[in-house]
């Protein structure tokens, strides 16, 4: 055993200091470099991560998202006449179309102080229903009814259209008294709605509309349906903000009640309740007597299912003769505002759409024939 295990030993190779230097040299040269892993890796990974998520939602949102939720912008500006009005020379895709605005600061071509020979102008006054928010300049009542009676009369037709979003009926008074009738109108037409009697609205620095007291907290006006841009960072150019805003709007105006009756029903006849008769039926007999007063025809129609402004539309009618329709007279087919909406809405916002204004060119078309206020042929 001794001798066997002596040779044993002898039979393993020596292994010398140097070859064994040099084998450490090579593992060591070879082996993984642990370093201490930098804490902000982590981290930066997932905000990478989450800026190209945020990136591709955005991506899809305006790729999917309807333009109309994308393209508000702020359009107004500071007037002295009606306390704001749209700035001039803009072209821009706002309100859910192409808006173009005239130097005067109103939507429309350009327009000449006096109508031309044979050319019969007549001065749109309303607010967003006259204006047409969110249909093209050619499908809003004006034009279309311009064109109606080119066609019918065989005379040229200008309609000057002085609607603003947000106007209400003293503000409409003050562009009519002021602005429209120095255009030499030889006919006009009045749109009031069921809140011409709120108070005026004004815009900020920004062009951004507002009511209530300027500089007052809370006093943000956030368009039905169509949320302004934020006024601040990225936000301001994020399609996915304004999406997100919207949906949150419709979610609310789901929720909130429709409210019932006042829809176009028998009328009790009675005095005007306060306060549409000062803040309404008042502007619009001034409205009368000032183109009265020029020997300009006036004509009213009233896009209203509240019994208090078809009384004051009943009111004014019965003291001064003036041609008037219920708009809401024009769609029987309709039996309560969802039924309207559903309809002849443009479908992301409550404001009607193009065929909505369509019969309504058609029934003031009429009116007008009737009373005998269109040119003959």
Not at 35 to 49: D, E, S
Not at 288 to 302: D, F, N, S, T
Not at 337 to 352: R, V
Request: hydrophobic residues 45%; glycine residues 8%.
């Amino acid at each position: 055993m001794p001798e066997s295990t002596g040779a044993a030993q002898e039979s393993v190779p020596r292994v010398s200091r140097a070859s064994t230097g040099s084998h450490n040299a090579y593992v060591s040269s070879h082996a993984p470099v642990h370093r201490p892993r930098r804490r902000w890796v982590g981290p930066a990974v997932a905000l990478g991560t989450a800026v190209v998520l945020v990136g591709v939602v955005e991506v899809v949102a305006r790729t999917w998202v309807v333009p109309e939720l994308l393209s508000f912008l702020p359009i107004y500006a500071a007037d002295e006449v009606a306390g704001y009005r749209l700035k001039s020379g803009v072209d821009a895709y706002a309100f859910g179309a192409r808006v173009r605005t005239n130097s005067v600061g109103f939507r429309g071509p350009e327009w000449s102080r006096v109508p031309a020979p044979g050319v019969l102008r007549i001065a749109l006054i309303g607010d967003s229903l006259a204006f047409g928010f969110g249909v093209a300049f050619e499908q809003t009542v004006g034009e279309a009814l311009a064109r109606r009676i080119a066609r019918r009369c065989g005379r040229a037709c200008e309609v000057l259209n002085f609607g603003v979003p947000g106007y209400n009926a003293a503000q409409q008074l003050a562009v009519l008294e002021r602005l429209a009738l120095p255009f030499r109108p030889q006919l006009v037409l009045v749109l009031p709605c069921s809140n011409d009697h709120e108070p005026a609205l004004w815009v900020d620095d920004e062009g951004a509309m507002h009511w209530g007291e300027r500089g007052q907290p809370g006093t943000h006006a956030t368009p039905r349906g169509v949320p302004r841009r934020a006024r601040w960072g990225v936000l301001r150019h994020s399609g996915l903000a304004v999406w997100i805003k919207s949906t949150w709007l419709r979610w609310q105006a789901d929720r909130t009640p429709v409210p019932q009756g006042h829809w176009m029903g028998m009328l009790t006849a009675g005095p005007v309740p306060s306060p549409i008769d000062q803040r309404v039926l008042l502007p619009l007999r001034t409205m009368y007597e000032r183109c009265a007063a020029q020997r300009i025809p006036m004509v009213v129609g009233l896009f209203a299912g509240d019994d208090r402004y078809r009384l004051a539309l009943r009111e004014l009618v019965a003291r001064t003769g003036v041609p008037a329709l219920e708009l809401l007279e024009l769609f029987p087919e309709a039996h309560s505002w969802a039924e309207l909406c559903a309809q002849f809405s443009l479908g992301w916002d409550s404001h009607p759409n193009a065929e909505a204004y369509a019969r309504w060119a058609n029934g003031l078309f009429e009116l007008l024939e009737k009373h005998r206020l269109l040119p003959s042929k």
